[in-house]
């Protein structure tokens, strides 16, 4: 039952949002805006006022940031390792691989853990609210910086010397994040000795619990099978990788990192999280395989939803 009461929630408003979508409630530019609202405003809001309130004890937050970025290496390599085998032709590699690693933290992940982590009263223990968000701090721009070196270093040659405009706007992109931006920022403050005025938390609290709803139905409403048409081999091939292998990877670092009973939840539904949406605009500007990017994210959804199903039960 619990992982039911977890996980039907979170569907049950996905659906909501492609129903609303089939009936003309949620129309494509409707959605758009509503996804920049919660990139540039709902999630920057949240991750603040968390990160800015976290009083974490111990090396918890560090541990965890640890498993993310070790298994995201585990994923890399087995990503490289398929290649020859499946013979992936140069221009998609780059998008193969950071599809295998690259997890929806922020729009599914934390909404999960979240609602996994809520009491019977309705309540998250604020240390472990701020566990969750402080670790996805950490791990954000390494990911992004990360999927750059990927999608460059697999350019064919002669297209090396022509993106160096691609390069400076996704570096200015990635300094200009919102969501690392709101972190590095909430982190900053923590550090202080100083205590966010009443006024500030609740402008920002009430802002930022925006950001779950509107994350799970913008979900639905951007769900299409269409996209799975294309390089369906190989799609399954980095979504295993990705919901599969990134989690088992993630489970065994973490039990040799010592991490309890919540650490490894947090960890392991990162883990078990589908590829990033971002993964399809990176891929499209560095000049990789867009439509396998695009099915990557499609097929790892799917198949999400066994892998969390899996974290929140695992000890």
């Known amino acids: 039952m619990y992982v039911l009461n977890t996980l039907i ?145 697999a350019r064919p040659k002669n297209t090396l010397t022509q993106a160096g405009r691609e390069i400076r706007r996704i570096l200015l992109a990635m300094v200009t994040n919102p969501l690392v931006i709101s972190c590095i920022a909430g982190l900053l403050f923590a550090l202080l000795p ?41 799609a399954s091939y980095a979504s295993l990788v990705k919901v599969a292998f990134s989690p088992l990877a993630g489970y065994l670092l973490a039990k040799a990192l010592g991490l309890g009973p919540v650490e490894l939840r947090i960890a392991l539904i990162y883990l078990a999280c589908p590829a990033a949406a971002a993964s399809y605009v990176m891929a499209e500007q560095l000049g990789s395989d867009e439509k396998l990017a695009a099915s990557i994210i499609v097929l790892s959804t799917l198949l999400s939803v066994a892998s969390l199903a899996v974290s929140l039960v695992v000890r």
């Open 194 to 234: 100083w205590e966010l005025p009443a006024i500030v938390h609740r402008t920002f609290s009430t802002v930022g619990q925006m950001s779950t709803p509107l994350a799970l139905l913008g979900i639905g409403a951007s769900f299409t099978l269409t996209t799975l048409r294309h390089n369906l081999r190989l």
């Open 9 to 153: 929630p979170l569907l049950a408003v996905v659906a909501l949002g492609a129903y609303l979508r089939h009936i003309g409630l949620l129309p494509a530019a409707t959605v758009r805006d509503t996804n920049r609202l919660l990139y540039w405003v709902a999630l920057p809001a949240m991750l603040f006022y968390e990160t800015a309130e976290a009083q974490i004890q111990g090396d918890a937050v560090l541990r965890v940031a640890l498993t993310l970025l070790g298994a995201m290496l585990v994923a890399i390599l087995l990503g490289y390792a398929l290649a020859p085998a499946l013979r992936i032709p140069r221009t998609a590699l780059g998008a193969f691989v950071q599809g295998g690693y690259r997890s929806n933290m922020a729009y599914v992940g934390l909404p999960v853990i979240l609602l996994a982590l809520t009491n019977a009263n309705g309540a998250v223990a604020t240390d472990e609210r701020a566990l969750a968000v402080v670790a996805l701090g950490l791990v954000t721009p390494v990911y992004n910086l990360v999927a750059v070196v990927v999608l460059l270093t």
